[in-house]
């Protein structure tokens, strides 16, 4: 079995995330979507709300689990036994930053590939920030994020506005 993760900070996850997660089924047996503990970034969502909302936005599909990792992504990837960690690329800004990860994570672990994948054209300037900034908004963001993520995002808004 080719098995793959998909790591990311999913705060929350877009439709630019979830055809990655679809153009890599078609291309993997199984994809691993781990959420990222990073904490040098400030989420809107818990890793456990996140997980949660991931879970929901992908149970069409049998051959996807959904975790939480902390620690280096490639001795994640040496659990799971994936063979490939998975990127997207929307723009040409995003490649600099993830060329130099996928060198460094090389040199960690040789074994690890790392597959870059671009979404469809129309995710190509969709984000988390982007969708997090318009909900904060009161922005309708339905064409950005699966209907339970967008009820997670007013939830989250109403609540910081009261």
């Not at 456990?48 to 990837?77: M, P, Q």
């Not at 659990?79 to 460094?104: C, H, N, P, T, W």
């Amino acid at each position: 079995m080719r098995k793959v993760i998909y790591p990311g900070t999913f705060d929350p996850v877009t439709y630019g995330h979830i055809d990655i997660i679809k153009r890599t089924i078609e291309l993997f047996d199984f994809v691993a979507v781990t959420v990222a503990i990073n904490p040098a970034k400030k989420p809107l969502f818990s890793v456990k709300e996140r997980v949660s909302l991931l879970k929901e936005s992908l149970k069409e599909f049998n051959n996807v689990s959904v975790e939480s990792f902390d620690g280096l992504v490639v001795d994640y990837a040496h659990k799971v036994g994936a063979i490939g960690i998975i990127r997207g690329l929307r723009a040409v800004s995003d490649f600099e930053y993830e060329f130099q990860m996928a060198l460094m994570n090389r040199k960690l672990a040789n074994d690890i590939a790392t597959i870059f994948l671009m979404p469809h054209e129309k995710y190509t300037y969709l984000d988390s920030s982007i969708v997090r900034n318009l909900a904060g908004l009161n922005s309708d963001v339905s064409d950005f994020v699966p209907p339970s993520v967008q009820m997670a995002l007013k939830k989250r808004f109403r609540r910081k506005s009261k």
